[in-house]
């Protein structure tokens, strides 16, 4: 167990729909990342939050949004969903603005149809 | 684009024998290379990692081979077991990328009894 909690584990949602992933970090951790897993791109970075800031995005679509609330917990909101993004998402926190020791939640794997 | 190339996709090894799964990169910035390992259901999990200031680096079973001419590196499992099932995922990342992590698209490697 990482320590870190994502919350659900499944989701299934229709096309069109918005959905709430929910992550919190291990405890003591500031930073929170969010990744993407799916089949054909792999595992790719979308935003990292530091202490309640964005710090960095990656290749995060505009319908998906983030935000990291002062007990430090984070949500990935998704929204007008559409086939493609379907994937496994992760959560990852670390101590620091650094995410080379970063520590992965069990992800949680949405379905769209 | 894939800034991480790994290969194979996927290897079978007997028990006892060595895997071994290579990554390149092009990103001459990159300055800190993890590999993270991956059961089904599970996040990923830093298994080892090292910096371009040293050619090799070992963990028990696990050992890192670097080549920063080449911009090559590769991960050597010696003695697999069954219990090394599992996806592996090269990553690279550097300070002026704030760290976020590159991966190379997984290797599945099953180790037969």
């Known amino acids: 167990d990482s320590g870190v909690t994502q919350t659900p584990k499944h989701l299934i949602t229709a096309t069109g729909q918005r959905v709430t992933l929910r992550c919190s970090p291990r405890?003591?951790?500031?930073?929170v990342y969010w990744y993407q897993q799916s089949l054909d791109q792999g595992l790719q970075f979308l935003i990292h939050?530091?202490?309640?800031?964005?710090?960095a995005k990656g290749n995060i679509l505009e319908r998906f949004s983030a935000q990291q609330f002062p007990d430090l917990h984070s949500e990935l909101n998704l929204s007008s969903l559409e086939l493609g993004d379907s994937a496994l998402y992760f959560c990852a926190s670390s101590v620091g603005a650094v995410d080379t020791e970063a520590f992965f939640g069990q992800g949680t794997r949405l379905t769209v149809v | 684009q894939q800034q991480v190339k790994q290969s194979p996709q996927s290897l079978i090894v007997q028990k006892g024998g060595i895997s071994i799964i290579n990554c390149a990169y092009e990103?001459?910035?990159?300055?800190?290379f993890p590999w993270y390992q991956q059961f089904p259901g599970k996040g990923p999990a830093l298994l080892i990692a090292?910096?371009?200031?040293?050619s090799e680096k070992k963990e028990g079973r696990f050992t890192i081979s670097f080549n920063k001419s080449a911009k090559q590196f590769s991960l050597h499992i010696m003695d697999s077991q069954p219990g090394d099932s599992a996806t592996y995922f090269c990553a690279a990342t550097s300070g002026s990328n704030d760290y976020k992590l590159s991966f190379g698209a997984g290797t599945t490697v099953t180790v037969r009894a």
């Open positions: 405890s003591g951790d500031l930073s």
């Open positions: 090292i910096r371009p200031d040293v």
């Open positions: 990103n001459t910035a990159f300055d800190y």
């Open positions: 939050y530091y202490n309640g800031e964005e710090r």
